[in-house]
């Protein structure tokens, strides 16, 4: 295996929709005409792949067609199923979805849906203010960690997506501080820039069981993107797997246990995480590694990703790898 046919684009998706008709225009997504158009594009350009044509051809049983291309949509939004999956019926499309299992198991918010709406609802300077008000207003108190200058000058680092003002606030809301100030924190600021309550967006934002259902009956494929939307490579391992563990179990209607695909919530494992997958019967890992995949090459838990921006209509940046 291996050679010119094995290689393939994976686009990632996130939120799909009408911003400019939605509550939260800001919120960082793909809108519905950029995303019809992207669907023409890659009908005219590629040949868009299953997830099992994938499975195959990582096991060796199948090449993969040239200019192969596979579409995945992470964390379950119910946009992906109201606006993403009628169009990709329309053009014989399969989307591969990940989805958290808290999402409509328990219907909570998960913490970086809170972070996304805090940084659509408020100005960022403020934004950056009130975290670092906060920072120092619960340090010593039950919680320990560095002054807020040093942390402003370790994680206020701009990347491909991102200011650096944006990532500073991602960062310590979603891994720095510890997780219970983490929460107690986004659920301030959510409560001061959002103006609804964190259980009616969670009720507004996810997919829910049935709807995940009606997806797998018309041939969508669905994987694993843990249960908690945690950083999995930095959780203990203990942790880790009962994170994994309950995905699973959530899922297991939805996906064949002997064979499915891992999607790591913010790109985030490491080989403990590696190891533990594939005792589970994980046979394929996504990545936010940005790359074309080489399947044959890469290693099948850890393949990389495209971003769905590196894509006409939006940029050419696909023609680069």
Request: glycine share 6%; with cysteine; hydrophobic share 35%.
């Amino acid at each position: 295996m291996g050679g010119k046919q094995q290689k393939l684009l994976i686009s990632m998706y996130h939120y799909t929709r009408d911003l400019k008709h939605s509550r939260y225009p800001q919120i960082r997504g793909l809108d519905i005409n950029l995303f019809r158009k992207q669907m023409e594009f890659f009908s005219e350009n590629f040949n868009v792949v299953t997830m099992e044509q994938v499975i195959a051809a990582v096991k060796g049983k199948k090449s993969l067609p040239e200019k192969a291309l596979l579409l995945t949509f992470d964390d379950g939004y119910v946009d992906n199923y109201t606006v993403a999956f009628p169009i990709l019926e329309e053009f014989g499309f399969q989307g591969s979805f990940f989805i958290p299992g808290k999402t409509f198991a328990t219907h909570q918010l998960l913490d970086v849906n809170k972070i996304h709406y805090i940084l659509a609802s408020a100005q960022i300077e403020s934004l950056v203010q009130d975290v670092k008000e906060r920072i120092d207003y619960y340090r010593g108190k039950e919680f320990d960690y560095p002054t807020t200058e040093e942390l402003w000058n370790q994680y206020a680092v701009a990347n491909r997506y991102d200011g650096k003002d944006i990532i500073f606030v991602k960062r310590i809301l979603q891994t720095i501080l510890p997780e219970k100030l983490r929460n107690q924190i986004s659920s301030e600021l959510f409560e001061k820039y959002v103006g609804i309550t964190e259980e009616q967006l969670a009720y507004e934002l996810y997919m829910t069981r049935e709807q995940i259902r009606t997806m797998k009956k018309h041939g969508m494929f669905i994987g694993l993107h843990g249960y908690d939307h945690y950083w999995l490579g930095n959780l203990s391992s203990n942790q880790m797997r009962k994170d994994i563990t309950r995905a699973l179990e959530i899922l297991d209607e939805f996906i064949d246990r002997e064979e499915w695909v891992m999607n790591y919530p913010y790109g985030s494992y490491n080989d403990d995480v590696l190891s533990f997958i594939k005792e589970q019967g994980a046979c394929m890992g996504l990545t936010t590694r940005v790359k074309a995949a080489e399947i044959g090459l890469d290693d099948a838990l850890q393949l990389p990703r495209l971003d769905c921006n590196d894509f006409p209509p939006v940029t050419e940046n696909y023609s680069n790898f």
